[in-house]
């Protein structure tokens, strides 16, 4: 129908211009080229069109629009609590005197000697004060010597150290015989440090009648404490070294932005570790090796400050505090895209000290969170991105173009220039054919910036790329275009890359258009 309009109008152009015999001239065909405009494409690309979909969750803007990327990750928890361990404390023997007598029958019990003994529960080289008992078993067993099965006895045990967590009260119970008891439920405090006081008060038993006792009796008491572990403890731990296993830690905290490929420098990317310490004691940390890792490769990481670094401590049991550790080479770290961090270290508490008010929990733990923020401010090259257009060109016939150019618009404010390529594919993605040339690819120029890295001057290109007449051909075969762009951030004056930012509100304007030229013709 537009053939027939085309060519209409030029005839009626042709007849009213000039006037013709038609005995001395016959028309026997109208040859016309009319231009034809077929839009491709247009939109608007932003910085944010160009970061993965898999950073998604962590791409923030500051306040200015300068896009950046933010990752948090709990990299390690260490637990340094093997610094206090509560040996056995075995045989402590206790001999209670009986006095020599004939005791006559007695309706109700009678106390009589009492013996103390001081036992040090051997615990070095810390200097223990308070000891909330997790477990642990008291056992005892007592022997009368000689024996007498008409004396009836027992014993009242008290341990004034022993704290009841229920009542509040010392330990104190009547026992006999062979039997044992759970620490758990006590809370050891003392004012003399590791050591508490076992205080045994002979009781004679009320008897319907009466018992002699013979000279050189004695009640001999063995105590064991066994299994003692604990919630909390309290005192100075001592001045201790202890090694920290090595770690390996997988990391994700460098995105996939920009990394595939591509070859990135950013220019203020910071790093920091935050060490979260639940110990209530001086403690520094040696790092022995610390290095970022990739594949089987290793850089090393230098931390600020530099090994051994103080590490603070909470003022009270249950809370926490915190120190930051800055990553001083982190450029080269960011840059090198590590996806493991590894780390010998060892811990030293109390270093030079001979006393001090520690304490320890046994939920007690040494935990490292990274923090890692990437500015999009930087330079880069081979930043490859890519989408997907379906073909339709209508009732458009192939039969009837003369040639075709892809006309561009391009308005650019992103300081990276683009190399663009479309893709020609049948319906399953099976390749066709490139559509342009490697000479024609460069279509977008990026922004200029000044010193600061910020938009000096958006870039405005008006051009048109003439296609070969085989890559037009190709066109109608193809079910889809797959768009490539490679994009390379901008140069200076003498062609070497600068720093550049990139802001939230950056973006590049693009119309991309077919024109094509047809051929018609008609005939009489």
């Known amino acids: 129908m537009k053939s027939k309009l085309v060519l209409s109008l030029v005839v009626c152009t042709i007849v009213w211009s000039c006037t013709i015999n038609d005995k001395d001239f016959q028309i026997k065909g109208v040859q016309s080229n009319p231009t034809l405009v077929a839009p491709l494409a247009a939109g608007n690309l932003a910085i944010l069109d160009v970061l993965s979909d898999q950073d998604s969750a962590n791409i923030k803007i500051k306040s200015d629009g300068l896009v950046y990327l933010s990752y948090d990750q709990q990299l390690a928890s260490q637990d340094i609590r093997d610094f206090v361990k509560i040996d056995d404390v075995n045989n402590q023997g206790v001999v209670v005197p009986v006095p020599p007598a004939t005791?006559?029958?007695?309706?109700?019990?009678?106390?009589?000697?009492?013996?103390?003994?001081?036992?040090?529960?051997?615990?070095?080289?810390?200097q223990l004060t308070e000891i909330a008992f997790k477990s642990g078993t008291m056992s005892y067993s007592m022997t009368l010597v000689p024996a007498n099965n008409n004396f009836l006895y027992a014993v009242n045990l008290d341990i004034p150290e022993f704290i009841s967590n229920t009542s509040g009260q010392p330990f104190s119970q009547q026992v006999s015989g062979t039997g044992s008891v759970q620490l758990s439920g006590?809370?050891?405090?003392?004012?003399?440090?590791?050591?508490?006081?076992?205080?045994?008060?002979?009781?004679?038993?009320?008897?319907?009648?009466?018992?002699?006792?013979?000279?050189?009796?004695?009640?001999?008491?063995?105590?064991?404490?066994?299994?003692?572990?604990?919630?909390?403890?309290?005192?100075?731990?001592?001045?201790?070294?202890?090694?920290?296993?090595?770690?390996?830690?997988?990391?994700?905290?460098?995105?996939?932005?920009?990394?595939?490929?591509?070859?990135?420098?950013?220019?203020?990317?910071t790093i920091d570790l935050t060490v979260t310490n639940d110990y209530g004691v001086p403690l520094k940390i040696t790092f022995t090796k610390i290095e970022a890792r990739k594949q089987a490769s290793g850089l090393t990481i230098q931390t600020n400050p530099t090994s051994p670094i103080p590490i603070n401590a909470p003022a009270a049991l249950g809370t926490s505090a915190n120190t930051l550790v800055s990553i001083s080479n982190v450029s080269a770290v960011v840059n090198?895209?590590?996806?493991?961090?590894?780390?010998?270290?060892?811990?030293?508490?109390?270093?030079?000290?001979?006393?001090?008010?520690?304490?320890?929990?046994?939920?007690?733990?040494?935990?490292?969170?990274?923090h890692v923020e990437i500015p999009i401010y930087g330079k880069a090259s081979n930043i490859l991105t890519s989408d997907t257009l379906d073909v339709d060109l209508g009732d458009l016939d192939q039969t009837k173009i003369d040639s075709a150019t892809l006309k561009t618009s391009v308005t650019n404010e992103l300081p990276l220039d683009a190399n663009l390529q479309f893709i020609l594919t049948d319906s399953k993605y099976k390749f066709i054919d490139s559509l342009l040339t490697s000479s024609q690819s460069a279509i977008v120029k990026g922004s200029s910036?000044?010193?600061?890295?910020?938009?000096?001057?958006?870039?405005?290109?008006?051009?048109?790329?003439?296609?070969?007449?085989?890559k037009i051909s190709k066109i109608f075969q193809a079910k889809k275009i797959i768009v490539r762009a490679k994009f390379n951030t901008s140069?200076?004056?003498?062609?070497?890359?600068?720093?550049?930012?990139?802001?939230?509100?950056?973006k590049v304007k693009m119309q991309l258009g077919l024109n094509v030229k047809m051929k018609l013709n008609a005939t009489f």
């Not at 440090?193 to 006792?213: E, G, P, Q, Y």
């Not at 010193?451 to 070969?468: F, M, P, R, W």
């Not at 003498?494 to 950056?506: A, I, L, P, R, T």
Request: no cysteine.
């Open 103 to 126: 005791y006559p029958p007695n309706p109700n019990d009678q106390t009589s000697t009492v013996i103390t003994k001081s036992v040090d529960m051997g615990i070095t080289p810390e």
């Open 186 to 269: 006590y809370t050891f405090k003392s004012a003399t440090a590791n050591k508490f006081t076992l205080k045994l008060t002979l009781i004679i038993k009320k008897n319907s009648s009466s018992v002699t006792v013979l000279p050189g009796t004695n009640l001999n008491v063995n105590f064991s404490f066994k299994g003692m572990d604990f919630t909390y403890v309290k005192g100075f731990l001592g001045d201790q070294t202890v090694s920290l296993p090595a770690q390996t830690i997988d990391v994700q905290a460098f995105g996939n932005t920009l990394q595939n490929g591509a070859s990135v420098s950013f220019a203020q990317p």
């Open 336 to 370: 090198f895209a590590p996806t493991q961090f590894y780390y010998q270290a060892s811990a030293r508490i109390n270093g030079g000290l001979t006393s001090g008010n520690n304490f320890m929990a046994d939920t007690s733990k040494l935990r490292v969170k990274m």
């Open 449 to 470: 910036v000044d010193s600061n890295g910020e938009l000096s001057a958006a870039t405005v290109l008006n051009q048109s790329i003439k296609l070969q007449s085989q």
């Open 491 to 506: 140069k200076d004056a003498s062609g070497n890359y600068v720093n550049v930012k990139f802001k939230s509100q950056y």
